[in-house]
């Protein structure tokens, strides 16, 4: 045998494997940095930092949070220069609840015990120091603490008074549906140019009938609002002056110098749980953000359960039944093609195939009366969930057609010898010898879709859509409804946003729980995967 | 391709218990037995293809023997031609299979034998781009008659194939899949099939004990059986084998060969095998295929003694092949 000629440095391809390794490094790095600045800004932003309180050179005061500190250089001198971006709040009083400051103007830095952050239901949060509380214009404690028994119980019975008026708030909205039921009844029977007086009367009836309860519960909000109004804290901000908050306004009072670490940890988790369960507020730089994971999840739902079939009858047909030859082999590099369309173009084709073209004749079809207000003929997240299936139908067929290539020939012939038909070989030997090839193609599917924006844009999202489209009003499933969506949330908060900077916090918290999300999806459709693999190894599908 | 020696063309031996013998001796096996054909003919040991053995040249005999008529036949095969598009993979084949009997089709490989044994259930109609001539009658009737229900046609003339192939379900389901297709649902009937089915597949007291778990779990040859017993649930009248021991060990395959030899006496078996002692163990006619003709046909017991036709006989003793 002749010697090898080759040195083994080439025949074993050490740089290339060198490369590899570093190839690996980096997209790990990458990841790892993506997710480290995601936790470490969304999970740090609810923390409750110490209120500190800045004497300035110029003789101004400032109360508040300070958000970061970075250096630059001065544009005149060339210097370095340290400055604090400081979260002041008050945005009712000065417009903005930032400001840089110089820390070489700093001439005093203190933190005052009583300073105390309150969350309002308008205008962002306010800092300042608690004085007194007055009922209409006489003082009922002063001077006020926070952590004194007779303010927690106002705070408490002015709480269950706010629990009340939404209770009453949230029954109004049952009337207005009630009522708009009505008027879309009343459309229903101008247009079909109903002279029948007895229904004319029973609709006006139950239109008065309504309208009744609408006055009786008005009557009863405007109360509980008068009531709600005439408690007010003042609180001194920190230049001395008074700002009066009344406490229906306050969400919560957190004396954030005095706080034991116990208490912090229990308010992160307390405004955490608020971000996943309650609705937004302040043009959602605030509040939480429910509505749209509600939205994302039953938009991902209700998109498999149009994905999957599609794209399995796709691609058993395909597969399956279709003559192999030269149409076939066009049609799926169509089909692979597609998956490489941007997505925009899937969200115009959604606006104009399924909102203009099929929403427009389920319109005229079924709720002529209601024109010109359209129903299906407006971006909903039906046509956003079918615009999402067929943005990822490629995938789905793709995956499914590797399944089914990978069975053996002797599975299929030998239920064909047995006499099964084509379907019959199809439904019970092939389809569960493909279940978990099909579950690989929803898994990357549901990938591709929770992370769209674009398209959605177009066909449905909203910024803010606080009805469910699930809900406890009849037919209980919306699907014509906007909807709100995490994705859509990221933009809107962080580049939408009159108040940038308090929207951070949502922004990264937003991102994380996407990504959250997504985890959790893909998690659930592995492990149902996993399952049906060794369900079918059992020989038990 | 295996070589036969002087003794294997005495075959058939009356079947013995020789071949169930754990380890079987080399006359069964076939395996060993180059050594002496190479003495046969008095070429010296290690030597590569000797030149006292003449290379029969690429070339189909213009001699045929088959015998007919035979006695009560199942399928009567009139001038059949396969077609894979263009190519001819059996041409002008014509003979008869008798009714419980086994019957046994042996050839090199890339004969026609596997597309033969296709041609009787129809299974090519899969193939793309194939198509016949000539008739194929079972019990008079034209399979590939346009009035013939294929579906029908292939529960009475199913086929067991060369690697085993079990659906990954549980025993149980493996078994009842044809009875259900054919759209039998109540429970006892389904347990008495597969009860049945698998006791003349000789496998029911191995797995009564686990007729719910996988298939897959079982050995090659358990697997095989399980096939085996799989086509008989759907009470076919002809079993068609294609190689169904060239994946097994001797042990299994002299399972598979007892139950073919008690099988016949209530099934029709046509069995394709390269393994000739197999052919002559089991069958009682047989079909030399070469190139996609026939070449001969016989009782086996005369097929292996006195060959009619001289490329038979340079095939069987290993001349070629």
Same mark, same amino acid.
């Given at each position: ?99 840089? %400051? ?67 708030? !949230? ?17 229903? #029977? ?71 670490? !116990? ?31 509600? !939205? ?21 047909? =395909? ?7 030269? #149409? ?50 407006? !971006? ?15 995938? *789905? ?6 399944? #089914? ?47 769209? *924006? ?13 009805? =469910? ?7 209980? %499933? ?7 969506? =995490? ?53 038990? =599908? | ?44 040991? @290690? ?46 084949? /014509? ?16 004969? @026609?034998? /596997? /597309? ?206």
């Amino acid at each position: 045998m002749r010697k090898r000629t080759i040195p083994r440095w080439r025949a074993e391809a050490t740089p290339l494997l060198g490369l590899c390794g570093a190839s690996l490094v980096m997209a790990l790095l990458m990841t790892v940095a993506m997710l480290g600045l995601v936790f470490s800004y969304g999970l740090g932003l609810f923390w409750q930092k110490r209120i500190v309180h800045f004497q300035l050179r110029d003789g101004s005061r400032w109360l508040g949070e300070v958000w970061s500190r970075e250096t630059v250089q001065d544009p005149t001198t060339g210097r370095p220069v340290r400055r604090i971006a400081l979260h002041h709040g008050n945005r009712d009083l000065w417009g903005t609840a930032f400001r840089w %400051i110089d820390e070489a103007d700093v001439v005093r830095q203190e933190y005052p015990p009583d300073a105390v952050r309150i969350e309002r239901l308008a205008w962002g949060p306010a800092f300042g120091q608690p004085r007194r509380v007055w009922a209409g214009d006489r003082p009922l404690i002063d001077p006020v603490d926070v952590r004194d028994p007779v303010w927690q119980e106002l705070f408490a019975s002015v709480h269950q008074d706010r629990r009340v008026l939404q209770d009453v708030e !949230g029954q109004i909205d049952a009337v207005n549906d009630r009522l708009e039921r009505v008027r879309r009844r009343e459309l229903r #029977l101008r247009h079909r140019s109903v002279s029948d007086p007895s229904a004319w009367a029973a609709l006006q009836a139950e239109k008065a009938r309504w309208e009744g309860v609408y006055g009786i519960l008005a009557l009863r909000r405007a109360a509980l609002m008068e009531r709600l109004q005439q408690y007010v804290l003042e609180v001194a901000i920190a230049d001395g002056t008074a700002l009066r908050i009344p406490l229906a306004q306050i969400v919560t009072v957190i004396p954030a110098n005095r706080m034991s670490l !116990g208490e912090r940890i229990r308010l992160y988790a307390q405004r955490y749980w608020a971000l996943i369960t309650e609705n937004p507020r302040e043009a959602n730089t605030e509040g939480g953000i429910f509505p749209a994971i509600f !939205g994302t999840v039953s938009m991902v739902l209700i998109m498999s359960l149009a994905v999957v079939p599609v794209g399995v009858m796709t691609a058993l047909y =395909l597969r399956e039944y279709a003559r192999q030859s030269w #149409l076939t082999r066009v049609i799926r590099i169509a089909v692979n093609n597609l998956a490489a369309v941007p997505s925009i173009v899937y969200g115009v084709f959604g606006m104009g195939f399924f909102i203009y073209t099929i929403g427009t004749a389920i319109d005229q079809t079924f709720y002529p009366w209601m024109a010109p207000t359209p129903v299906f003929g407006t !971006g909903g997240l039906l046509w956003a969930s079918l615009t999402l299936a067929l943005l990822t139908v490629p995938v *789905v067929i793709v995956a499914t057609e590797e399944a #089914l290539l990978a069975i053996q020939p002797e599975i299929r012939h030998g239920a064909r010898a047995l006499g099964a038909t084509q379907w019959q070989t199809v439904r019970h030997v092939i389809l569960p010898a493909a279940t978990p090839g099909v579950l690989t193609g929803l898994i990357l599917a549901i990938a591709r879709a929770t992370g769209e *924006v674009a398209p959605l844009m177009l066909t449905g999202v909203v910024k803010l859509a606080p009805d =469910l489209p699930i809900d406890d009003r009849f037919p209980f %499933i919306h699907l014509e409804r906007k909807f709100m969506h =995490l994705g859509f949330h990221i933009y809107d908060v962080g580049f939408q946003s009159p108040n940038v900077d308090a929207a951070q916090p949502m922004v990264y918290n937003t991102t994380l729980l996407l990504l959250v999300i997504v985890v959790v999806l893909n998690l659930t459709a592995i492990h149902l995967r996993n399952r049906v693999r060794r369900l079918y190894h059992q020989g038990a =599908l | 391709m295996q070589r036969g020696d002087a003794q294997d063309r005495a075959l058939p031996r009356p079947l013995t218990p020789d071949h169930q013998h754990p380890i079987p001796k080399p006359s069964s096996v076939g395996v060993m037995t180059v050594h002496s054909a190479r003495s046969s003919v008095t070429v010296p040991l @290690g030597e590569v293809v000797p030149a006292a053995v003449e290379p029969t040249p690429m070339r189909v005999s213009e001699e045929r023997y088959v015998l007919t008529p035979i006695p009560d036949p199942v399928f009567d095969i009139q001038h059949l031609s396969l077609y894979y598009g263009e190519k001819p993979a059996l041409i002008d084949i /014509s003979f008869q299979i008798p009714r419980h009997q086994i019957t046994a089709v042996i050839g090199p490989s890339g004969c @026609g034998k /596997s /597309s033969f044994l296709r041609c009787l259930n129809r299974l090519n109609d899969l193939i793309d781009g194939s198509h016949i001539e000539g008739r194929v009658l079972l019990d008079g009737q034209d399979i590939y008659a346009p009035s013939m229900d294929v579906n029908e046609l292939r529960r009475r003339v199913t086929l067991v194939f060369q690697k085993p192939n079990p659906f990954p379900k549980s025993i149980y389901d493996n078994v009842a899949f044809g009875p259900r297709i054919m759209g039998i649902r109540q429970r006892a009937v389904l347990d008495e099939i597969v009860e049945r089915s698998l006791r003349q597949a000789a496998l029911w007291d191995e797995v009564k004990d686990r007729l719910h778990a996988s298939a897959l779990q079982l050995s090659g040859g358990q697997q095989q059986r399980l096939c085996i017993a799989r086509a008989l649930a759907v009470d076919p009248e002809v079993l068609l084998m294609d190689e169904p021991c060239s994946a097994l060990d001797p042990i299994a395959t002299g399972k598979i060969e007892d139950l073919m030899v008690s099988l016949k006496e209530n099934y029709t078996i046509v069995l394709v095998t390269h393994n000739m002692q197999q052919a002559g163990r089991v069958s009682d006619y047989t079909a030399f295929f070469y190139m996609g003709y026939l070449i001969e046909y016989q009782r086996t017991t005369d097929l292996f003694t006195h060959p009619r036709v001289r490329q038979t006989e340079d095939y069987i003793t290993g001349r070629f092949g």
